[in-house]
């Protein structure tokens, strides 16, 4: 038993890619206090929590034996640290692949919201709430798939339906803590999309989504599985759920799943923590063999653009970036979505957008920040292993170099 890991890296057309073996170097541990006080991880497929300075505990105790490929998203903290929200999901043996785009089995899963004062979990189930569940035996299954703190006490969810049966019960959820209640927000029909869960034949695909500041934004590909698939991120307000979303970047067009081959898939954005800015690559040209991206800032109040990483190797322009914005709202991390080409992640910022900082290690995926902006961690996992060991590592702004902050551990989250 252990945890497949989420989202196999492929070429761009369904195909498993090749990914080289990093060589193994000592790293060195970070120094005492870069932890922090209050986090969050999974180890062995169990939720470990650690508050206000004490050691770790282990929160959860699910039993797999029915369920052993495991699949947790990064756990959520609630404004004031209050709250954990928890996405995770455990299928029987025996998953399949292929086909483009290939499936992503930890998209999503079970919600459950822990109180971390009273260290009891609640599980936001589709349409009733499961109040004081237990966290042990085996886990529940459900579909929802992206969650975010709308304040301290309301958690915007985003819920896909059952595949094969998805009805209408699709879309964007809010979930009240102290009422325990889930109302409808935001209905698929509303952006009118599919998803990957179940999409339609001439219908755009959402394919991820963010959310900051009262505004839903979401990465669609218009004509899907065409020569000229184009990819655009959109935005639609929370409190005017009935109005129409508008466009807010063109991210450029790809053979999108296309028999020729598709250079991007998910191509890397982010909204800023205050809700002005947008970071997005730019696909110049994009196919399986030519794939030239630039990366640019959006402000979206006036939707003037700058240039960021211009220093970037083409090579890693020519895929997926995962791209993220730091808690200041003025520096982003940039990495390769997949380990493609085992570089590690660069930094720039918007006090110099000239300049880029690179970083050593060469780990992938996104970042996760700590709340003050001096660091960010990332994660490496062996693709080819299922033994569910992996290292977290810390980067400090300012210092190229990367250093161990926990070992068999993976889905860290500072509060």
Not at 205 to 217: C, D, E, P, V
Not at 287 to 292: C, L
Not at 396 to 404: I, K, M, Q, S
């Amino acid at each position: 038993m252990g945890t497949v890991p989420r989202g196999t890296p492929d070429t761009g057309n369904g195909t498993p890619a090749i990914l080289s073996t990093a060589t193994s170097v000592v790293v060195p541990s970070a120094a005492a206090g870069t932890m922090g006080k209050t986090y969050a991880f999974i180890r062995k497929d169990q939720l470990w929590v650690a508050l206000n300075g004490a050691t770790a505990v282990q929160m959860t105790n699910f039993n797999y034996e029915q369920a052993p490929n495991v699949f947790w998203q990064r756990p959520l903290w609630s404004p004031g640290d209050r709250y954990l929200a928890l996405v995770m999901n455990a299928s029987p043996a025996g998953l399949g692949g292929g086909g483009c785009p290939g499936p992503d089995f930890g998209a999503s899963g079970s919600l459950y919201v822990m109180d971390v004062a009273t260290k009891q979990f609640t599980a936001v189930t589709f349409p009733a709430i499961q109040k004081n569940v237990p966290v042990s035996g085996a886990p529940q299954n459900s579909s929802w798939e992206y969650v975010f703190w709308e304040d301290s006490m309301h958690l915007l969810a985003w819920y896909n339906g059952v595949a094969g049966n998805v009805g209408n019960t699709v879309g964007l959820y809010r979930y009240d803590v102290a009422a325990g209640k889930l109302s409808l927000v935001l209905p698929l029909r509303t952006l009118g999309v599919t998803t990957l869960t179940d999409p339609q034949k001439g219908m755009p695909l959402m394919l991820s989504m963010r959310y900051s500041k009262g505004q839903l934004f979401y990465q669609v590909v218009v004509h899907p599985f065409e020569q000229k698939s184009q990819l655009v991120i959109y935005r639609h307000s929370i409190a005017q759920s009935t109005a129409q979303s508008s466009k807010v970047f063109d991210m450029g067009s790809e053979a999108w799943c296309n028999d020729s081959g598709s250079a991007y898939m998910r191509p890397g954005w982010d909204v800023s923590p205050d809700g002005a800015l947008l970071v997005a690559q730019h696909i110049l040209t994009g196919d399986a063999n030519a794939g030239k991206s630039a990366v640019q800032v959006h402000r979206l109040d006036d939707g003037s653009e700058a240039p960021l990483f211009a220093q970037m190797s083409p090579d890693l322009l020519a895929h997926d970036l995962a791209l993220s914005w730091g808690p200041d709202s003025q520096t982003v991390v940039a990495t390769e979505n997949h380990p493609l080409l085992q570089k590690g992640p660069s930094v720039a910022s918007l006090a110099d957008p000239t300049a880029m900082q690179q970083y050593s290690l060469a780990l992938s995926g996104q970042v996760i920040w700590r709340s003050d902006s001096s660091a960010f961690a990332l994660q490496q996992v062996d693709m080819t292993d299922t033994t569910g060991i992996s290292t977290v590592y810390v980067f400090l702004v300012g210092d190229t170099h990367g250093y161990t902050l926990l070992t068999n551990a993976h889905e860290f989250a500072w509060g």
